[in-house]
């Protein structure tokens, strides 16, 4: 049945072309950027998580696409089989496929807040920078790192964003870390009896050359109803005697100093109880006015998620550099610097400051990934063949998904970083199929 099979032959085939174009196989590399970053943040993925994660899939296929599109020349001669050169996909089909899932991508990003969408039209933004300028200059590889990272932002942005729209709560291990690290100590406060009034008060009494008694009772009010236009004058002859004979009444401008010594705030002292049930710790200091807020929490990106960006964002600027010299081989130091990257990398995250299940998770799963880029960079290092540096980029590809995981178990949570390397076996079997680089 030739006029079956035939179609069916060329829609597979089509379907294989497209696989191959947008490196299908990667993208299992994909959801622990955002599973990573709402780690950090210290809340549970919500809505916001799954938002940020369509976001990421459809903005790394249009770089995927873009990138092809771009270097369709360059590919004629050096790699005659992908899948414009080889002319199963025209150049107008991938362009006008990476940017409807631009297009995509940020109308996801939308959806999770205004927050969300500022940074994945930065990290669109950079994609489309790279694939367009930047790839053959010095400044390629950081490209890439910065895309990394404004992954890891958006993914954590989006999570808290939604997180405070919905009333939801972190959890109770984020509290509990919170609170070890930033304490809050309430002191209550006692006032202590009236005292000798000082400061304007105290000074217009002396002025008036009247007595202080008045202030010796803060439950003793001067007589109301009288206006300060009628006082003044009788302010200049003094007080006049008392029917009583009892002392002398208080002058007018002593009245006033009276009011203003009732209005005053009264000083407040910590009691030695209050201080001794809630004690302040010795290094505290009087706390002044709040600073402005820093850049991260003027765009919603909480500060916990700067350093996983950060440190993701180095192992791909690592990666792409030994990918710079994938096609002909014969680099030493790319491989042997990115070696010694991921050594650093697999300590910081292997070493969480908070013991317990996430540390030991995390240092688990940072040996996994050591294990995976390290080995391959040493291939590569040893001996810097075309094909042994292909491998090394694939393998340094690869072992993001075990980063991933240590991250987020670097974070507070282990099972998080349990599921994202439940990725590892789907990426490996489809990379058989099609190649992540």
């Not at 029917?243 to 208080?250: A, L």
């Not at 240092?363 to 090394?392: D, K």
Request: with cysteine; hydrophobic share 45%.
């Amino acid at each position: 049945m030739p006029g079956v099979t035939g179609p069916r032959r060329l829609a597979g085939q089509g379907l294989r072309a497209w696989a191959e174009l947008l490196r299908v196989s990667a993208l299992f590399t994909v959801p622990g950027d955002a599973l990573a970053g709402a780690a950090s943040a210290g809340v549970r993925p919500n809505r916001g998580t799954a938002l940020a994660v369509g976001a990421s899939l459809c903005l790394y296929e249009a770089g995927m696409a873009l990138n092809d599109w771009a270097d369709r020349d360059e590919d004629a001669v050096e790699r005659p089989h992908r899948p414009i050169p080889s002319g199963r996909i025209t150049p107008n089909a991938a362009l006008t496929a990476a940017g409807a899932l631009t297009a995509t991508g940020l109308f996801l990003a939308s959806r999770a807040g205004r927050p969300t969408l500022a940074l994945s039209t930065a990290l669109a933004a950079t994609v489309w920078a790279y694939d367009l300028r930047l790839k053959h200059t010095a400044a390629g590889p950081a490209a890439m790192g910065a895309a990394r990272a404004l992954d890891v932002l958006m993914g954590a942005t989006a999570t808290l964003s939604t997180s405070r729209r919905t009333g939801a709560t972190p959890p109770a291990g984020a509290a509990a870390a919170r609170s070890r690290t930033t304490p809050s100590v309430v002191v209550p406060r006692e006032a202590p009896a009236p005292s000798e009034p000082r400061g304007v008060p105290a000074r217009l009494t002396s002025w008036a050359g009247g007595p202080t008694e008045p202030f010796a009772s803060r439950r003793a009010t001067p007589p109301t109803g009288t206006r300060l236009a009628e006082l003044l004058p009788s302010a200049w002859t003094g007080g006049s005697a008392s029917p009583t004979g009892q002392g002398r009444t208080p002058t007018p401008l002593e009245t006033l100093a009276s009011k203003l010594a009732a209005s005053a705030p009264r000083p407040v002292v910590e009691s030695a109880a209050s201080t001794a049930r809630f004690p302040v710790p010795s290094d505290s200091r009087r706390a002044g006015p709040p600073g402005p807020p820093s850049w991260p929490a003027r765009f919603g990106v909480p500060r916990g998620a700067l350093l996983p960006a950060a440190l993701l964002g180095v192992h791909t600027l690592a990666v792409t550099t030994v990918s710079r010299r994938e096609v002909y081989g014969g680099s030493v130091g790319a491989p042997v610097a990115a070696l010694a990257v991921t050594g650093v990398l697999a300590g910081v995250v292997g070493r969480p400051r908070d013991p317990g299940v996430g540390a030991v998770v995390a240092g688990g799963l940072a040996a996994v990934y050591a294990g995976t880029a390290g080995r391959a960079f040493l291939h590569a290092a040893l001996n810097p063949s075309p094909q042994l540096t292909q491998r090394a980029v694939g393998g340094g590809i690869r072992a993001m998904i075990p980063f991933q995981a240590a991250l987020a178990a670097r974070g507070g949570a282990p099972g998080i970083g349990l599921a994202v390397m439940g990725l590892v076996p789907l990426a490996r079997k489809l990379a058989k199929r099609v190649s992540v680089t």
